[in-house]
């Protein structure tokens, strides 16, 4: 019921910067924790952040800690992934997911996006 929409990957240099946004369809966005995942070719797909449905409680994986940012706007139904000092083992296909906080930060979530491709050249 809930449809989740990626954008804004593409491809970027080491060190560079990119923001993802994740658009939510209907009045529940504010009801969900939200999650970005991602899964690099022949990896699993990890969790990278996830924030609760007030904003108030955020989480990181290490490997991304003080590099990426996770913001959501309840107003405009939206969650963003402010991604900067990008390294090649960044690339991947990004993911954002809505579920409870802590399911997300477990890993998993009850509604997907399509997913965007995120490229991060050395």
């Known amino acids: 019921q809930v449809q989740l929409v990626e954008s804004g990957g593409g491809l970027v240099q080491a060190g560079g910067s990119l923001r993802l946004s994740c658009a939510a369809s209907g009045r529940t966005f504010g009801s969900y924790a939200m999650g970005w995942f991602r899964q690099a070719p022949g990896k699993e797909r990890d969790v990278v952040a996830g924030i609760s449905r007030s904003g108030a409680d955020t989480y990181y994986a290490d490997s991304v800690k003080g590099r990426f940012t996770i913001s959501r706007d309840n107003a405009k139904n939206t969650v963003y992934l402010q991604m900067n000092s990008l390294k090649p083992e960044d690339t991947a296909v990004y993911y954002c997911?809505?579920?409870?906080?802590?399911?997300?930060?477990?890993?998993?979530?009850?509604?997907w996006g399509q997913g965007t491709q995120v490229t991060v050249s050395s």
């Open positions: 997911a809505a579920d409870t906080f802590t399911r997300i930060v477990n890993g998993y979530g009850v509604y």
